[in-house]
């Protein structure tokens, strides 16, 4: 059994290729090495972050954080991807997901306040479609994509990698809201009230509906 806690996760260096292609290669999986020599190619070129899961000296795991989307609505909004998420499957259910993918959007939300995922519908992704739901993915409302095409009512389409639903997650860690008044001094100042916040909102959006009042002296 392998604890989450005791795992590191550090971004790809060059000495870690082989062992990575290895661990795949023996699951019967297509990873060859020149996938991960792109990786860090793009990653030197600040495209895209490799974080790597180490149990000890042992692989388990990597996702990767793509900061230019490649889905065209994602992309235009600015949204960083979650991009090619993978824990080996003997230590899956350990922990070992969860932490990956905090350490991917504690990256992220150093400069965007959304993140996003694209997640595959066969059973094999099952556990990843329940890890997104448990923390707060939601579909970006355009149904399914088969690699940049919305899929339409009626239409055909290969089940594969390539289909996929787009989820996202609003990344604000707390949310405040106010009443407007037409005088503030008629406030109650312990009264807690309640308005709605709406996930399309952007921060500036959002802070347009804040009120700030300070204290004046009546005479």
Not at 3 to 15: T, Y
Not at 108 to 136: C, E, F, H, N, W
Request: glycine share 8%.
């Amino acid at each position: 059994m392998v604890q989450a806690s005791r795992c590191r996760i550090r971004l790809l260096r060059a000495d870690d290729i082989w062992a990575i292609a290895a661990a795949f290669a023996a699951l019967g999986w297509d990873k060859p090495p020149a996938q991960y020599e792109s990786y860090l190619a793009q990653q030197r070129q600040g495209e895209r972050e490799v974080l790597v899961a180490w149990h000890k000296e042992t692989f388990v795991g990597y996702v990767t954080v793509v900061w230019n989307s490649g889905y065209a609505p994602f992309r235009a909004a600015g949204i960083p991807e979650i991009a090619d998420f993978n824990v080996l499957p003997h230590v899956r259910r350990q922990g070992i997901g969860s932490l990956l993918l905090e350490e991917a959007e504690r990256r992220i939300a150093a400069r965007s306040p959304v993140a996003s995922i694209g997640v595959g519908m066969t059973a094999d992704y099952g556990a990843a479609q329940r890890l997104y739901i448990k923390r707060g993915y939601v579909p970006d409302g355009r149904g399914l994509v088969a690699g940049e095409h919305h899929v339409s009512w009626g239409e055909t389409v290969r089940v594969d990698d390539d289909l996929v639903l787009r989820v996202r997650e609003q990344g604000y860690a707390a949310a405040f809201t106010v009443r407007r008044e037409s005088n503030a001094s008629f406030v109650r100042p312990l009264e807690v009230n309640r308005s709605q916040v709406y996930s399309e909102m952007t921060l500036e959006q959002f802070a347009k509906n804040l009120n700030l009042f300070h204290r004046e002296h009546l005479r």
